[in-house]
Structure formats: structure tokens, C-alpha cells
């Protein structure tokens, strides 16, 4: 594969259909859908912890096992779509249609026969994914839940058309309005039953992914995605060349961010599972608000990227690496010092292992500080060396998992997360830094961290910590943390506002 020819021809400001969102639009919008998606997370996690441990074990295993076979299905074309869109769009005859039905006949195809298979063979894998209790309640929340699968592929390819058109604002809608708010009104009806019915359940986690194809069809029509001016402009193999790499990566990423409580209960039994499931929910919540912001960069990124604007893309993704710490350090410390009352929130039985929550936040505050530093090495057109990356993490993750879980059950688990997450991030910056000075020797390499970041971190800890000490470890201490963080947290951003990168936000396209 060439890296050449992707971002070879410089790109119009206008498209054919409309402007395409500032970034600062665009993170503005995206924390938005994020706060609502935490909210849901919470929701849910809540929902089906006053269940029973057994039922949580079994509802996050189902749905970690939908979700990564749902992501892996897509085979990577919403990052192959943001990629090469720009070109069908900035081109005197636009035919974006015929890129997007590229990407969408084998998602079809491959969803399809995943899906058959799991619904065929839901007895195997839930007897396969149960140490302790019986598997049958699993089978049967398998059997409904693989309907989601082609539905779920579908639409996370046509978001990513939707951002490479130009617009956040319906992945926003879809991932993290309407998808998780329709369960929690589904999930919450359902739950409410003294016993409830596992394939009932399952329906009402089904039902809002079905929802979101349909807006996601609407959103790429309205966007213009179905024009087709002119002669198809990237061939198969350009873009194919570019996404396989990256549907594999796909696959092993939220596989990353998935398969441990998967593991988990097959290790150490459904109610492991359940609690490992719950109070990672809340490690979850954190993570939306991070990827968020790294989705709504990424059209931006591209573009300056392909353009030759690298004094541009430097900007971005070091402004997008202090919004992230901003954004998620103050979360994520506040969680680390204070474990508990989160636990209790869910169930007094999730109390005694609320520790690996202090231990997952330290691997997303990593992740933070590294910046979207693994979006910005695909961005350069180096989806290979982010399969490599993400490999190499999710091996040692299985590899720490399985020695870890078993003589310190779920906070093992915890630890061989965060370590893998180091990894990827660390492998991600290092050939960010090797890749951009190798495509453009003129200038420096791009890499995340900078003063801006640094500031973040500083303001982050200042305005949580010594408050967090002082206060108790209760509920209503964490309220309070997190109400005398924000103001804090806002006038420094207000006072660092230039170096932040906030200065500019108003009124300004990138």
C-alpha cells in the first residue's frame, strides 16, 4: 500500500454537501452526545446490577460478545471512509455513492454469515464462555442479541460515511442519543419484573440498534452521501488496500476494550463477571467523553493531513490531547481516590472489589495524555503499523489476564488491562513521531503531548486532589469534589485559555 496517492490532490474548502463542521463545532457537539452516553452507561450498569451479580455476568458477556463481533463485521470502513471520502467530494464530478456501496456489500455479507452462526451455534458459545452456573439464560440472550449484529455493522459504516462527508452530528445522534437512550427506556421497563425473561431483554437492547441504521440511511441521504456525478474515484484496491489492515484492528481494538469481562466469567464464573462488568461501566463512561473527542478531530486531521497542512495537524492533535486530559483527568481522579461510593451505587456486593477501579483509571489517564494518538497514526495512512499496535496489546492483555486472574481474581484482570493500554499508546506515539517525519522531513514529527496537555494535567490535579483528601469517602464527597473541581477546572481553562487551544473555538474553521 502507497501513502501517496490518499492525500496526493489538495482538497476544496466547499462541498457538495455543505461545509463541513469545525472542530470545535464538532468536540462541542460530541461532548454532548458523550454526557448523555455516560449517563446511559450508568443507567444501565445500575439497571442490571439490582438484578442479581449472576444476571449482570451474563447481560455484559452477551452484549461484549455482540459488540465486538458487531465492530469487528465493519471490517473497518468507517476509518477507510473518513480517509478516502474528502477525495470523492473535492473532485470537479462527486460520486460518493459508489465508495460507500464499496464498503457496504461486504459488511453485509460478513455481518450476515456472523450473525447466522452465532444465533445457530448460541448453545456452544455460551457453554464455552461459563465456568460457574448455567449457560442456558446465556444462550438464549446469545440467540436473540445476534440479530443486532448486521444492523450494528451497517451503521457504524454509514456514520463513518457521515464523517467523511463532513458531520459528527449524526454518529452523536445515533451512538450516544438515541441508541443507548432507547435501551434505558426498554432496559428499564423490562428490568422492573421480579424474574426477567433474558431473550426480553435482549429485545430491548436490540430494538434501539435497529433504530439507529435507520437514522444513520436518513443521515447519509441528507448529507448527500448517494450522489453519484460522476466515474468511481477510488478503486478497490486503494481502498481496500487501506481499510483491511484496519478491520482486523478493528476487531482486536474493542476487543481490547471488551474482551475482559468475556474472559473474566470464563475464568472465574458469571459473578465475577458481573461485578468486573458493573464497575467497568463506570471506567466506560470516561472513555465516550475521550472517544468523542478523538471522532470529532478526526475529519480535521484528515484534512490537514492530506492537504500538507502539517504545521496544522501538529495544532490539532496537540489541542485535541489537552482537551482530552482536561476532559477526562478530573473524572478519572476523582474516581481513583474515591472507588466506593461509585460501588455502592450499584450494589453493596460490588463494595469489597471497588479498588480496580483506582487501577483501570490510572490506564485511561495514560490514555488521555497520550492523546488520539492511534486515530492520528491512521490519519497518516498507516493502518498496518496501527494493527501491529493493537496486536501486540491485546496479546499481552490475554497473556497478563490469564496469569493474573486466577491468583488475584478481578483486580489481576485490572492491572492487564492497563498495562496493555500503556502499550498500544506507547507503540501508537512512537511511530506517530517516526511516520509524520518520514512523510514530511521538512518539518518536526507529530506527537501529542506538549505544553498544552502539560497545563491540563496541572490544572486537573490541582483542582481535585487537595480537595479530594480533605473530603470524605462518601457519595455526597464525591458530589462535592466534582462541584468544587468545576469551577476551578474553568478558570483555569479560562486563564490558559490561548495555550489550550480555546481562545480560537468561536467562530473559527479548521
Known amino acids: ?185 426498554f432496559l428499564a421497563i423490562i428490568l422492573t419484573q421480579r424474574s426477567p425473561d433474558p431473550r426480553l ?92 473527542v478523538s471522532q470529532a478531530v478526526s475529519p480535521s486531521l484528515r484534512r490537514a493531513i492530506s492537504r500538507g497542512n502539517w504545521e496544522t495537524a501538529q495544532g490539532l492533535l496537540r489541542k485535541a490531547t489537552g482537551w482530552l486530559v482536561l476532559i477526562a483527568w478530573p473524572y478519572f481522579l476523582i474516581l481513583a481516590s474515591k472507588p466506593e461510593p461509585f460501588a455502592k451505587l450499584l450494589n453493596q456486593e460490588y463494595v469489597s472489589d471497588a479498588s480496580i477501579l483506582a487501577v483501570l483509571a490510572v490506564g485511561m489517564m495514560f490514555s488521555a495524555a497520550s492523546g488520539p494518538i492511534d486515530l492520528c497514526l491512521l490519519m497518516l495512512g498507516r493502518s498496518d503499523l496501527s494493527l501491529v499496535g493493537v496486536t501486540v496489546a491485546i496479546a499481552t492483555d490475554l497473556l497478563l489476564l490469564a496469569l493474573l486472574a486466577p491468583p488475584f481474581g478481578i483486580m489481576g484482570a485490572a492491572a492487564a488491562w492497563a498495562i496493555s493500554v500503556a502499550i498500544h499508546n506507547t507503540f501508537a506515539a512512537f511511530y506517530v513521531s517516526r511516520e509524520s517525519k518520514r512523510q514530511n522531513p521538512a518539518s518536526w514529527s507529530m506527537h501529542g503531548p506538549s505544553r498544552a496537555s502539560g497545563i491540563a494535567m496541572t490544572g486537573s490535579v490541582l483542582a481535585v486532589v487537595p480537595i479530594a483528601l480533605v473530603l470524605g469517602n462518601s457519595f455526597s464527597s464525591v458530589v462535592l469534589s466534582g462541584l468544587a473541581a468545576g469551577p476551578i477546572l474553568a478558570l483555569w481553562a479560562y486563564l490558559f485559555r490561548v495555550q489550550l487551544g480555546f481562545a480560537d473555538i468561536l467562530g473559527s474553521r479548521t
Not at 469545525?22 to 446490577?49: D, E, H, K
Open 1 to 185: 500500500m502507497t501513502n501517496s496517492s490518499p492525500g496526493a490532490r489538495p482538497a476544496n474548502t466547499d462541498r457538495a454537501t455543505g461545509s463541513s463542521q469545525s472542530m470545535g463545532a464538532a468536540s462541542g457537539l460530541a461532548m454532548v452526545g458523550a454526557v448523555v452516553t455516560t449517563i446511559a452507561n450508568f443507567a444501565i450498569a445500575y439497571l442490571v446490577s439490582k438484578v442479581s451479580v449472576d444476571f449482570a455476568g451474563i447481560f455484559f458477556i452477551a452484549t461484549a460478545v455482540i459488540t465486538i463481533l458487531g465492530n469487528s463485521s465493519c471490517l473497518g470502513t468507517m476509518t477507510g471512509l473518513v480517509y478516502f471520502l474528502p477525495q470523492t467530494l473535492d473532485a470537479s464530478q462527486q460520486n460518493p455513492r459508489d465508495l460507500i456501496v464499496k464498503a457496504l456489500g461486504p459488511v453485509l455479507v460478513l455481518s450476515t454469515t456472523v450473525a447466522m452462526v452465532v444465533g445457530g451455534s448460541a448453545s456452544v458459545i455460551a457453554r464455552l464462555l461459563t465456568k460457574s452456573g448455567s449457560p442456558d439464560d446465556l444462550a438464549l440472550m446469545l440467540q436473540i442479541l445476534a440479530i443486532a449484529i448486521v444492523p450494528f455493522a451497517l451503521t457504524i459504516t454509514l456514520l463513518g460515511a457521515t464523517r467523511g462527508l463532513g458531520s459528527v452530528t449524526p454518529t452523536v445522534l445515533v451512538n450516544q442519543v438515541l441508541r443507548p437512550g432507547g435501551q434505558i427506556v
Open 201 to 292: 431483554v435482549a429485545v430491548g437492547w436490540v430494538i434501539p440498534v435497529v433504530g439507529g441504521l435507520v437514522v444513520a440511511t436518513l443521515a447519509v441521504s441528507r448529507l448527500g452521501g448517494w450522489t453519484s456525478n460522476g466515474p468511481a474515484l477510488i478503486s478497490n484496491r486503494d481502498f481496500w488496500g487501506f481499510t483491511r489492515a484496519r478491520a482486523l484492528s478493528t476487531s482486536m481494538q474493542i476487543a481490547l476494550e471488551r474482551i475482559d469481562v468475556i474472559l473474566v466469567g470464563a475464568i472465574l464464573g458469571q459473578g465475577a463477571a458481573g461485578v468486573y462488568g458493573a464497575l467497568s461501566r463506570f471506567i466506560s463512561a470516561g472513555n465516550f467523553l475521550m472517544f468523542s
